[in-house]
Every structure is written in structure tokens, then in C-alpha cells.
């Protein structure tokens, strides 16, 4: 079935430092990738998004490529700030997959994620 | 556009009770999935209802269920609650085609006693 793996956190930055978390997926079709956030006390909120190899997602200065050699979607960001600090969650959609994979998100164990000023 | 709403927000329910929660998905969304977020599981897929249908059911046991209303909006419901159903219940909700980017609402948090 699919997975997907994350780095174990938590991860501890300075702000301003530079962010790297690491996904890596199995799937046994096309999956569409995705990243979610989660601040305390709130549902999910999609960070970015890729659906094909190669394909780069990018928001709010965060970056994933899409790696099919590698099957990995790394979030990474230039400059964190105190307000990044969450839990952030890579995951992967099989839609062409069929039945077992409508409307399901595979979710990562999640990161958890703190910058101090 | 308003996003997805769930109620109630929180509740405190005692074992062997059942419990009915709601969500409201974006409107034009004909997609609603929903999840339990534990620390020691993380987020589980429960079940998925598109146009009043499920598609898709995750790995719960029968006590776990729902359905869409023909406005998109969606109920589970949880009977003879156990001490391990406490638990973030999520629903996301989405158009229903094509690669699946969910939106998802604040959650409803459940405690049983």
C-alpha cells in the first residue's frame, strides 16, 4: 500500500535559519503530492502541492519538488521565521489508483517544527 | 468564500455513548473526507462521501459511520464510544475530481470519559 515517511523531529531552529524536512513516498500508481500545516488548536491548512514529476510547489517562501527517481517531496525554506513553528505534514493522493484511494490522503507522521527569535 | 466548518468544536462524552458530528464543506465541494488525529496513530483516513455516496472506506471498525446530505453536508457518527475514540476528528473537503487538494476545517476535539 502507499506510505510516506518524514524526518524525525522535532526540529529546533534560530530564525532565520535555513529549513530542510525530508519526505520520501511509496505508491503504487502517480501520486499527487502535498504539504499541510498545522498550527496549535487548528485543522489543516495546505502549504503546497505538486502533481507530476518535476513539478515544483512553492508558497509563503516554502519549496517542495516533486523527485520521481528518488520518490521524495523535501520541504524546504530559505529563512525561517518564529511564526513557522508548527507541525507540518507531507502527504500523497493515488486517485488514478481507483476504489481504496478516493477522497484519501496517506499522511507522514508529521514534524514537528520550532524557531526561536 | 467561507471555508469548511465542523460542530461542535468539543465534546465530553461518556463510554458506551454514541456521538454525531458535523461539517459543512466549501461551497461547490461534492467531496467530504473524514480523519481521526491521535498522538500515537496520527491522521487515519476514516471514510469518504461524494454526491451522498461513500467511495471509500479506511480501516475502522462498524461503529464509525456517516453520510452526505444532498447539500454536500456531512455527519459521522460513532456509537458505544470506547476510551480510544478520544481523538481530533477532521473533515476535508474537496471537488471531488482529479488529484484530491482537500481543504480542511478546525476540527472537532473528542474526549470520552
Known amino acids: 500500500g502507499n506510505s510516506v515517511t518524514q524526518m524525525e523531529g522535532p526540529v529546533t531552529l534560530s530564525e532565520e535559519a535555513f529549513l530542510t524536512i525530508n519526505c520520501t513516498y511509496t505508491a503504487t500508481g502517480y501520486p499527487s503530492l502535498f504539504w499541510y500545516v498545522q498550527y496549535p488548536g487548528e485543522g489543516l491548512q495546505l502549504l503546497l502541492k505538486?502533481?507530476?514529476?518535476?513539478d515544483k510547489g512553492s508558497n509563503k517562501g516554502f519549496e517542495a519538488t516533486y523527485r520521481k527517481e528518488t520518490t521524495s517531496f523535501h520541504l524546504e525554506k530559505g529563512s525561517v521565521q518564529v511564526s513557522d513553528s508548527a507541525v507540518y505534514f507531507c502527504?500523497?493522493?493515488?486517485?488514478?489508483?481507483?476504489?481504496?484511494?478516493?477522497?484519501?490522503?496517506?499522511f507522514g507522521q508529521g514534524t514537528i517544527l520550532t524557531v526561536h527569535p | 468564500k467561507a471555508g469548511v466548518t465542523q460542530t461542535p468544536r468539543y465534546l465530553i462524552k461518556t463510554r458506551g455513548q454514541q456521538v454525531t458530528l458535523s461539517c459543512s464543506p466549501i461551497s461547490g465541494h461534492r467531496s467530504v473526507s473524514w480523519y481521526q488525529q491521535t498522538p500515537g496513530q496520527g491522521l487515519q483516513f476514516l471514510f469518504e462521501y461524494f454526491s451522498e455516496t461513500q467511495r471509500n472506506k479506511g480501516n475502522f471498525p462498524g461503529r464509525f459511520s456517516g453520510r452526505q446530505f444532498s447539500n454536500s453536508r456531512s455527519e459521522m457518527n460513532v456509537s458505544t464510544l470506547e476510551l480510544g475514540d478520544s481523538a481530533l476528528y477532521l473533515c476535508?473537503?474537496?471537488?471531488?475530481?482529479?488529484?484530491?487538494?482537500?481543504?480542511f476545517g478546525p476540527g472537532t476535539r473528542l474526549t470520552v470519559t
Open positions: 502527504a500523497l493522493s493515488d486517485y488514478n489508483a481507483g476504489g481504496t484511494s478516493y477522497g484519501k490522503l496517506t
Open positions: 476535508a473537503s474537496s471537488l471531488g475530481l482529479d488529484w484530491y487538494e482537500q481543504y
Open positions: 505538486a502533481t507530476k514529476a518535476d
